[in-house]
């Protein structure tokens, strides 16, 4: 993001706030981070062996659902287009957790494999996308933060590892003690209740919108000139033309690519692996919440 001396007015006075509201926005990153790969990656593996034997279909046709939730993909570009407009995160976030919490509630009701291919792989993928930290997140965190960029991308991505530690004890204590249907009911409330709320109320594009500037610089401080000449220094505005000329962007596409292959189907398949070895649902919800704990460790000491 390049702000032009040209063609912007002194940013409006507000009240100095005595913690930068960018924090505000990783914290609804975070959250949403937290909801939704804990319903997607984490919780989904619980859903594998009770829903396969009620619709009679074997483990691969239920893991077939992995080829349905890619069915979206070609209309996140149109999603991005949102994310610059003034109010289009808040418009994804919102808008977002409620159509997936609706979703979420309707798979409660599926009554076939192939509804749930429908309900579930396609309409709450486009939902998901629409609030995973893999578009809002990023975009709107490297405009609210520039030399503390790292750190909030981190934080953010403790959300992913803390989906595990929270979402999956819920569906597995869900699913032992009442059913697998219920289990999405508690989802879909607890999608909405938590995450539509703090996009509503905190999720803003990036600081200049209230009249503020990144990492907190007060714009008491500087002129819009003055503040331009010193980001310059260390902030550098790619085009999508330059970036997609880079070695650098396919080299963290491919390693992100292969990463997401290799642990998506481990987190998918973890808890069924592990009843197959003779422990039962309670037994596999502790060691999926073990290894999501320490999944946030590691990230805590990168």
């Known amino acids: 993001m390049v702000i032009s001396s040209e063609d912007h007015s002194p940013l409006p006075r507000v009240p100095q706030r005595r913690l930068f509201y960018g924090w505000y926005i990783v914290f609804v990153v ?6 939704t790969s804990g319903i997607g990656g984490w919780g989904l593996s619980f859903f594998l062996i009770p829903m396969s034997e009620d ?13 349905f939730r890619l069915a979206p993909l070609p209309l996140l570009p149109f999603l991005g287009v949102l994310v610059d407009k003034k109010h289009g995160p808040r418009v994804l976030i919102v808008g977002g957790s409620i159509a997936a919490g609706i979703v979420l509630v309707a798979t409660s009701l599926v009554q076939t ?5 429908l309900v579930y792989g396609i309409l709450f993928s486009f939902a998901q996308f629409a609030i995973a930290g893999q578009l809002v997140g990023p975009a709107v ?13 981190a934080i953010s991505a403790i959300g992913i590892s803390a989906g595990g530690f929270v979402i999956a004890p819920a569906v597995g204590w869900f699913i032992d003690s009442y059913h697998w249907r219920d289990a999405w009911v508690f989802l879909g409330i607890s999608m909405v209740i938590v995450v539509t709320p703090l996009g509503a109320m905190f999720m803003r594009r990036q600081p200049e919108d209230m009249g503020l500037l990144p990492d907190g610089v007060s714009p008491s401080d500087a002129s819009i000139d003055r503040a331009v000449e010193e980001r310059s220094d260390f902030e550098y505005s790619w085009t999508r033309g330059q970036a997609l000329r880079t070695r650098a962007m396919w080299l963290l596409l491919v390693v992100q690519t292969l990463s997401l292959g290799i642990n998506l189907p481990t987190l998918f398949h973890q808890v069924a692996y592990v009843q197959d070895k003779g422990f039962g649902l309670l037994e596999a919800t502790s060691i999926a919440t073990t290894t999501a704990a320490f999944a946030i460790l590691g990230k805590l000491l990168y």
């Open 30 to 35: 975070f959250m949403a981070s937290l909801i």
């Open 55 to 67: 619709f009679s279909v074997s483990r691969t046709e239920f893991s077939a659902i992995s080829l």
């Open 113 to 117: 494999i192939w509804q749930f291919y």
């Open 141 to 153: 965190l490297a405009k609210w933060f520039i030399k503390k960029r790292g750190r909030v991308m």
